[in-house]
C-alpha cells in the first residue's frame, strides 16, 4: 500500500522568510499529488497539485516540486506570512482510476513575526 | 467554487447513544463522497468510501456495523456512529468527489468534533 511521511514534524520560520516543507511517497505508481493547509479545527483547504507527469507547478507564493526518481515532494511557499501558520499535509493518489487520497502526517508551520 | 458543508460542527454525546454526522455538497453532485477520521495532532485516515445508491466501501479495521454510512442522494452522504463510546470521540471530517471534475478533485468539509463522554 502506499505510505506517505514527511520528513519534519514542525517548521518555524520568520515572517518573508521562504518555507520549504517536504514529503516522501512509496508507491511509484502514484499518479496525483496536492498540497492541503489544514488550520485548527477545520477541514483541509485545497493549496496546490500535481500530476506525475510533471515536476514542477506554480501557485501565487506557492511551487510544488515533484521528483519522481526519489518519491518526494515539496512545497514552497514565498515571503511567508503570518497566515500561513498551519499544519500542511500532503496527500497522494495510487493511480489513474482511483479516488482515493493517502495523506501524510503532516507539518505544523509556524511563522514568526 | 465548490462548497462542501458538514452538520453539526460539534456535538457531545452521552456513552451509548448514537450521533449521525451529515455531509451535503452545496453547489455539484458527488457520487462519491469520503469520511475521515483525525484525532489530535495526527493525519487523516481515511475510513470508508460513500457511493450514491450503493455500500459504502470501508477500510481495513473501520467496523461497518459501527460506523453506519447512507449515501441516498448526490448531494448528501451520512455517517452514523452508533453506540458511541470515549474512544470514539475524534474530528470527523468528509470530502466529496466533483461529478463533473474530470480528475481527482475531491472537496473538504470543516469537519465535525464529535465528544463522547
Known amino acids: 500500500g502506499e505510505s506517505v511521511g514527511l520528513h519534519l514534524p514542525t517548521l518555524s520560520v520568520q515572517e518573508g522568510d521562504n518555507s520549504i516543507i517536504n514529503c516522501a511517497y512509496s508507491n511509484s505508481a502514484s499518479d496525483y499529488f496536492i498540497w492541503y493547509k489544514q488550520e485548527s479545527g477545520k477541514g483541509p483547504q485545497f493549496i496546490i497539485d500535481i500530476r506525475s507527469n510533471m515536476d514542477k507547478r506554480q501557485g501565487q507564493r506557492v511551487t510544488v516540486l515533484l521528483n519522481k526518481t526519489v518519491k518526494h515532494l515539496s512545497l514552497q511557499i514565498a515571503a511567508t506570512q503570518p497566515g500561513d501558520s498551519a499544519v500542511y499535509f500532503c496527500a497522494v493518489i495510487a493511480g489513474a482510476g482511483s479516488y482515493q487520497l493517502t495523506f501524510g502526517k503532516g507539518t505544523k508551520l509556524s511563522v514568526i513575526p | 467554487g465548490a462548497v462542501v458543508s458538514q452538520h453539526p460542527s460539534r456535538v457531545i454525546c452521552k456513552s451509548g447513544t448514537s450521533v449521525k454526522i451529515e455531509c451535503r455538497s452545496l453547489d455539484f453532485q458527488a457520487t462519491t463522497m469520503f469520511w475521515y477520521r483525525q484525532f489530535p495532532k495526527k493525519s487523516l485516515m481515511l475510513m470508508a468510501t460513500s457511493n450514491e445508491g450503493s455500500k459504502a466501501t470501508y477500510e481495513q479495521g473501520v467496523e461497518k456495523d459501527k460506523f453506519l454510512i447512507n449515501h441516498a442522494s448526490l448531494t448528501l452522504s451520512t455517517l452514523t456512529v452508533t453506540s458511541a463510546h470515549p474512544e470514539d470521540s475524534s474530528f470527523y471530517i468528509c470530502?466529496?468527489?466533483?461529478?463533473?471534475?474530470?480528475?481527482?478533485?475531491?472537496?473538504f468539509g470543516p469537519g465535525t468534533r464529535l465528544t463522547v463522554l
Open positions: 470530502s466529496a468527489k466533483r461529478e463533473s471534475s474530470s480528475y481527482n478533485e475531491q472537496f
